[in-house]
């Protein structure tokens, strides 16, 4: 009997949904917002779509399990303790027939507290698990954050991850293949292998966490790492408690002529530029936030308001159903409209751009060597900058720059580094909309690291 | 650091391709002969193509390895044993870096004596191996067929086989994630599970041959199996020890008119109707072989001359460019062209066309229940038939009715089954080439089963 | 300044689309249903859709104004003479700035009270009209036809026709391009060419009704020519006057496996299976519809009722897209669902099918010859009869079968014959359907022909 | 009987190839070098390619005739007065048969001397010709310029080319539609209009020259026009006379890390940049030239050298295939590579990059108010230069700045301007690698324009 998985990956926040199909029943986990490519699976299996599992309420984008239900007559299933607004919530231990399948949830919290695991078996060849959508306990190389209730909570939740994994997941054995929520990339754990491809044998064995077989220890490991928490993921908590609105009902954003997209732009509409750091210092629209493509679905969430509208400038038109695509899963259901022409089209018409200074690591180091009045911010987060600093380098992540402004010295020129230069870029084009004269580093530490330059570590 | 694997399915035959890239180096193990797919994925992943890694000789695909070289600079690797016209032969144990990983080649004859198996270490993470490509040696719920070398050495084969198994793979780890040569559907391994995706452990818990730990059991089980030698592996051997044509070289088809395509036909080429059994019943040109368009990878090279060229009639238009990549995969490269316009434009010229009448299982039962004077002949192979088939039905596997013709009688009508009525079409054609009146039952054994008449177990 | 031109061609209807843009500004011209095809249109032209033109209101197809309107600003024009329930009502000579273009509207009735043609003048190169959009006044190498309003209107109509194009439309100058709205294959006009390109003067020298320059000899030629009035018109016309539903608010529909489909059937649904006669014939679900699938949108209107859900069988699952297409396009907006696995799914099943006999030109001779009792039908409209037809053959149109079924003897095998064997089997399929017994004949009247059997003109 | 008629554009050389089908006949005028298009078309028309018409030797591009000769039995034909090294040379008025089409040669040198148009009659409708392919004889809004020979001969072929306008293409009859060789951008006419849609009637009464009827006049205003002679048409002629190399036999190119790059470059190649003129400036490769991407089918040929290989920078990989094909469309066979990474890799590698300054039309007008020492250049032709120019500017265009590299004064700051930008940054690569300290102008005349800053005319 046919059986077909398929993974299906968004890239920037790395969050990752699966198809799963036996037969002529089929089942998604953790479905995107975009949904329709589920239904052109479900379509080119030949299978009903039966269920929709989520793993936990994700924080991190919009989920589209709405979306598949309002096509199809699917269930859908979220893991206990929430009181979710719509579809099924999960005893833990509830299985469910899948073709010659059989899904088992497995209540595994932690990460947070409905977290849910769904082993899956193979009824036709034995009784031992052939895979595990782990959602954001287990990951291929990492352990899903704890610190989503805020620190209080933290202890709590580590333990009971300790437990989820310890007791729960990796009973299931070593032959077990796991499939998590998120691969290499995502905010929801610092040290996701690129791997993406495991077995709670390959996790138990190499897993640097799981090393840590005594539970205090576990736990105080677990507290010590460092996350973030982007304030979007309020909304996409609210978002995927109640149900997102439906994507058919997101008005569609329009080409916009530099004259048009003036006007709206003068009635209080943000611009996002997603064009190359070097493109964007030489000329952009005043006020521009610079965000690279891949970026966006990350880093959007940051920075950007939801109350007000969008306008997108990009380099290249064949990328713009993308930068759609990227902000609609993060819910930015306000897009106006794209600059037709793009920069170009803009400045022709005699329109004002602003710079940004681009520097090469060479220029840097001269800059420093002669004492020049400069203030260095280092915009990675605090993991990364173990690999080793600029010395003298203020530390401020480029997704709070927009809160920590007042530590921030007027009068002087700002330069930006960060791992290759593009979160530099939206760093110095935070700081130019705030009145800073900024400057970006071009290659940033991955050319000062080439360059042999001193570092601090 | 980037890590991306992808696993490339050729239909039909169910061979299973892989490319697998860390970082900015990449590799490919047992590409098929339409290797551009490798080359764009080296370009996507921005890697340069290293090595191409050949688990064996394939007998049932022309390999592709001549292909990616003959535009980059990679370096081909067989396993020992052969004297291979083109490449470099490997040791056992030989050892090879792709970014962070570490691929070992590891001996594991059986199927045949230069088998090799590839495991994957991620120098990043552990020593356990993450992954191993294991050929024809292990599959997903089976194990390679031991007779390819004939009876004599089949013994030898099977206890390889177990060698390379239980003291080689086995011995890997249940965490170690399997990649065989394989899917369901391939004439290598007759009980392939549909699942496509195992571990060292899943196999040593559930795959059937496996339970068979005494060496002297597996031996004897891999000897009970029925395997069938299609005539075209002599070709495929042939040509994937000497290095095969390059496509490039191959002439392209083309489209021909209903009195061109005559032409070439009265010339002595032979026509491949790939349309459904409903359509190729009702009205096809005298001679034809009614091959469905799925059946053509695996079941071509088994009545298919390499020596006479080849015409092409097709349900859609759409549908040539898949045929004509079916048939190169398997070494037909002399296609001469497809008739325009299909069937319609052939009797819509009042060109002749001949007939294979359809029935459905009703009737055939009424027939046999009445006892008419039809011969029945079940065309399935004989691990198919345990699921039982009809009172008196000759088995003839349809890949060998060609050979097996004298022992048809004339003069009664033959009905033809198989599995759901595809195969038994083919064989029916093949009767009708051979001037019996042939009639294929509508829906076949399937059909039969859902009916609920009586069979023979 | 840039110019685009675009012409969009909707398959079976032969209806065309017009995309125009100069400079930042585009208009479309008797837009189809299915509409974002204009909106990619502008998008790429990097140009705003300012205008929807409409040359009438099209009787053959849902007209996609609205489709547009409902994304963007667009301003919809109507000619004058009818109530309509959007967009706006033209006036004679009124003329819109489009870039350097000026586009003027020309009224033209004839074909229908409101017809309007747009003539486009290029003001950056002089003062002649460049090109002309004729809607159904003026075809290549036809004129529209005047019957839409029944027999006792339609001398007035041809006069009219004679005013529009011999005193409005040949003025514009043997120079001007003209751009109708239908090609070869439609209802709208019977001899359109499939040249597809052509000018004023092209028309006045070539097109056989314009050669009538007298008003009468116009008139009289218009009114002896023969159109069918397709029962759907009135539908189309319906919701083109008061504007159809939105696309996005038309149910999806769904994969559905034997069991589900043959509950649907049950509850009344019609099946439309569209594969080719060989398929149907050898096998279809009872009282399936047998359309081809090009002719779905100019057949379907024929027979297909409003009112009740319909299925579809398809031979090729790519083509389905297709096929849901076609029906939206003429209105079909209740399709419940497609039969998954095909014909094969259904009698795999055990489920039951039906055959219709196909026989081969040869075989018609010889019944025929040999006076077998049997009824002939040709099924082709009364001009194509003008080619020759088979002597004692009764000539009932394909479209009107199912209104004349009492015509037709019980108890004597039918035989329909078309032009190649596509409509006759939609004719069978409707006598079958009726419980006839049908038959129909491989190749029709071309191979007919081609065999050079005897003919009556 | 089907008619098709495609028209296919080159970008950027604004080329047009055409092919034309009757029933099962097709031909191709003038085809393009990557041809597999022509042999696609073919295809979905169900048609054989019998005849490539070629309307003269092309000067700009590689004739695909041999690409499609190479895979058909294809007849190509060219016109006389060539020594063609293959193909047919035609007899003026000789005629060919296609489906229901006449084609008629009709021998119009003027452009040069073997240049021939292509009449095309509808034998099913009349015998007033329906469409002519007009070659470089007569484009829309512009006629063939006639300096190719150099200025002794230019007088004659202006002589030639009114007689094969006046008497061999305006007796065709206003009616016939104009298909020529060109659009607008070509380099084959200054002021083809951009319509790309025309008649003989439409030429005859709004074309500027055609309004010139004394040969005289016309002879005097073709002698006056100004065109370039790009050098790259020198081999182009040497190529489409001889037959160019096939296709199948350029080498591919390869994805270079930055590493390998640089290998490259050190050995003698030449690197082209197609990025924005904003992102060149930021940070480039030494040497560098920089064409934008639209403009490299039309620009490349004036500086790359053929003898030397080229390495490519992109600003985004999925335009490769375009950089490639526009390339070899002018017969840079010899891409060594592109940079894998782009320039963020090159300079990530601390690999060293130059800037070129950007300045707006508001800083340029300062520094000329306050005559500072810059050096202006506007690159534009000279008839681009009658909108109007800035005052003391030295024109020098864009294809001619390497020639006259000396006429430009060293130690002084050059700033560079055209109509928006793009050859200015393509200037301004050019003079940077000569050792200049070069400026571009964002937006260039066309941002001056809009400023309303002084101009002279």
Same mark, same amino acid.
């Given at each position: 009997?046919?059986?077909?998985?398929?993974?299906?990956?968004?890239?920037?926040?790395?969050?990752?949904?699966?198809?799963?199909?036996?037969?002529?029943?089929?089942?998604?986990?953790?479905?995107?917002?975009?949904?329709?490519?589920?239904?052109?699976?479900?379509?080119?299996?030949?299978?009903?779509?039966?269920?929709?599992?989520?793993?936990?309420?994700?924080?991190?984008?919009?989920?589209?399990?709405?979306?598949?239900?309002?096509?199809?007559?699917?269930?859908?299933?979220? =893991? /206990?303790? !929430?009181?979710? *607004?719509?579809?099924?919530? #999960?005893?833990?231990?509830?299985?469910?027939? %899948?073709?010659? &399948?059989?899904?088992?949830?497995?209540?595994?919290?932690?990460?947070?507290?409905?977290?849910?695991?769904?082993?899956?078996?193979?009824?036709?060849?034995?009784?031992?698990?052939?895979?595990?959508?782990?959602?954001?306990?287990?990951?291929?190389?990492?352990?899903?954050?704890?610190?989503?209730? =805020? /620190?209080? !909570?933290?202890? *709590?939740?580590?333990?009971? #991850?300790?437990?989820?994994?310890?007791?729960? %997941?990796?009973? &299931?054995?070593?032959?077990?293949?796991?499939?998590?929520?998120?691969?290499?990339?995502?905010?929801?754990?610092?040290?996701?292998?690129?791997?993406?491809?495991?077995?709670?044998?390959?996790?138990?064995?190499?897993?640097?966490?799981?090393?840590?077989?005594?539970?205090?220890?576990?736990?105080?490991?677990?507290?010590?790492?460092?996350?973030?928490?982007?304030?979007?993921?309020?909304?996409?908590?609210?978002?995927?408690?109640?149900?997102?609105?439906?994507?058919?009902?997101?008005?569609?954003?329009?080409?916009?002529?530099?004259?048009?997209?003036?006007?709206?732009?003068?009635?209080?509409?943000?611009?996002?530029?997603?064009?190359?750091?070097?493109?964007?210092?030489?000329?952009?629209?005043?006020?521009?936030?610079?965000?690279?493509?891949?970026?966006?679905?990350?880093?959007?969430?940051?920075?950007?308001?939801?109350?007000?509208?969008?306008?997108?400038?990009?380099?290249?038109?064949?990328?713009?159903?993308?930068?759609?695509?990227?902000?609609?899963?993060?819910?930015?259901?306000?897009?106006?409209?794209?600059?037709?022409?793009?920069?170009?089209?803009?400045?022709?018409?005699?329109?004002?751009?602003?710079?940004?200074?681009?520097?090469?690591?060479?220029?840097?180091?001269?800059?420093?060597?002669?004492?020049?009045?400069?203030?260095?911010?280092?915009?990675?987060?605090?993991?990364?900058?173990?690999?080793?600093?600029?010395?003298?380098?203020?530390?401020?992540?480029?997704?709070?720059?927009?809160?920590?402004?007042?530590?921030?010295?007027?009068?002087?020129?700002?330069?930006?580094?960060?791992?290759?230069?593009?979160?530099?870029?939206?760093?110095?084009?935070?700081?130019?909309?705030?009145?800073?004269?900024?400057?970006?580093?071009?290659?940033?530490?991955?050319?000062?690291?080439?360059?042999?330059?001193?570092?601090?570590?």
């Amino acid at each position: 009997m046919k059986l077909i998985l398929k993974k299906i990956k968004s890239e920037g926040i790395a969050s990752l949904s699966y198809f799963l199909a036996s037969g002529n029943e089929a089942c998604v986990v953790d479905p995107r917002r975009d949904a329709k490519t589920f239904l052109k699976l479900a379509w080119d299996a030949e299978a009903d779509l039966k269920y929709v599992f989520e793993t936990h309420r994700n924080e991190d984008y919009v989920i589209g399990s709405r979306e598949i239900a309002d096509v199809t007559n699917v269930e859908i299933y979220h =893991g /206990p303790g !929430l009181d979710w *607004k719509y579809g099924n919530t #999960l005893k833990d231990g509830q299985e469910f027939n %899948l073709g010659v &399948l059989k899904v088992k949830a497995i209540h595994t919290p932690g990460h947070t507290d409905e977290s849910t695991s769904y082993a899956v078996y193979d009824t036709s060849t034995g009784i031992e698990a052939v895979m595990v959508f782990t959602g954001d306990a287990l990951f291929v190389g990492d352990t899903g954050r704890i610190d989503m209730y =805020g /620190p209080q !909570l933290s202890e *709590k939740n580590a333990t009971n #991850l300790y437990n989820s994994i310890f007791n729960k %997941l990796i009973p &299931l054995g070593d032959q077990c293949i796991i499939l998590p929520a998120h691969g290499a990339g995502s905010v929801c754990g610092a040290e996701i292998n690129e791997r993406e491809l495991s077995t709670i044998g390959l996790e138990r064995m190499q897993n640097h966490a799981l090393q840590l077989k005594d539970k205090n220890n576990f736990v105080q490991f677990k507290l010590s790492e460092h996350h973030y928490y982007a304030p979007y993921f309020k909304k996409m908590e609210e978002y995927n408690l109640n149900g997102p609105p439906l994507l058919k009902d997101v008005p569609r954003f329009k080409p916009l002529l530099p004259g048009k997209f003036k006007k709206q732009l003068e009635e209080g509409a943000i611009v996002v530029d997603t064009r190359n750091p070097t493109s964007f210092g030489s000329a952009h629209i005043k006020g521009s936030y610079n965000i690279w493509l891949k970026g966006l679905p990350s880093h959007a969430g940051w920075i950007l308001p939801y109350d007000k509208p969008l306008l997108l400038v990009v380099e290249n038109f064949t990328n713009l159903k993308k930068v759609y695509k990227y902000l609609l899963r993060v819910g930015y259901d306000n897009i106006k409209g794209y600059l037709v022409g793009g920069i170009v089209a803009w400045y022709s018409n005699h329109f004002p751009t602003e710079t940004i200074g681009t520097i090469t690591v060479d220029a840097l180091k001269r800059k420093l060597d002669n004492k020049e009045d400069i203030f260095l911010i280092d915009v990675r987060s605090p993991p990364e900058l173990k690999e080793g600093y600029i010395e003298h380098a203020k530390n401020i992540y480029v997704g709070e720059i927009q809160d920590k402004i007042e530590e921030i010295p007027k009068n002087v020129p700002i330069v930006t580094v960060c791992g290759n230069g593009a979160r530099a870029s939206m760093a110095a084009s935070i700081l130019k909309k705030h009145g800073f004269e900024s400057m970006n580093v071009l290659g940033s530490m991955k050319a000062w690291y080439k360059a042999n330059y001193p570092i601090v570590k």
